[in-house]
């Protein structure tokens, strides 16, 4: 069967939620969304959790948002990433393990 590029996108991000690939496909958006946020230079928001205001150009409001948002896609990389990936791995070998006994 010849699948184009798009296609097999696709076929991947259609994989089931409580399978390796699911569980994989959803560490690597965990940490894509955490590199844009990083990238975008989000980082320097999160300074109002010492009670300053970020970036001057920024009021209170959204540098309370951005430097949440930061936070919780850190906390979700650091955290949720890897129990996502070690729980494919366990599924993929309980899985294996199963097929060949």
Same mark, same amino acid.
């Given at each position: 069967m010849n699948m184009n590029l798009w296609q097999q996108l696709l076929a991947v991000w259609r994989a089931?939620?409580?399978s390796p690939r699911g569980f994989v496909l959803r560490a690597i958006f965990i940490a894509a969304a955490f590199a844009v946020a990083h990238l975008a230079g989000l980082r320097d928001y999160t300074s109002v959790l010492a009670g300053?205001?970020?970036p001057a150009s920024a009021g209170l409001g959204i540098s309370i948002f951005l430097g949440a948002a930061y936070l919780f896609l850190y906390m979700a990389f650091v955290i949720l990433a890897p129990v996502l990936? &070690? +729980?494919?791995?366990? &599924? +993929?070998l309980c899985q294996r393990r199963q097929n060949l006994g």
């Open positions: 089931d939620f409580f300053t205001v970020g990936l &070690l +729980a494919a791995a366990i &599924l +993929a």
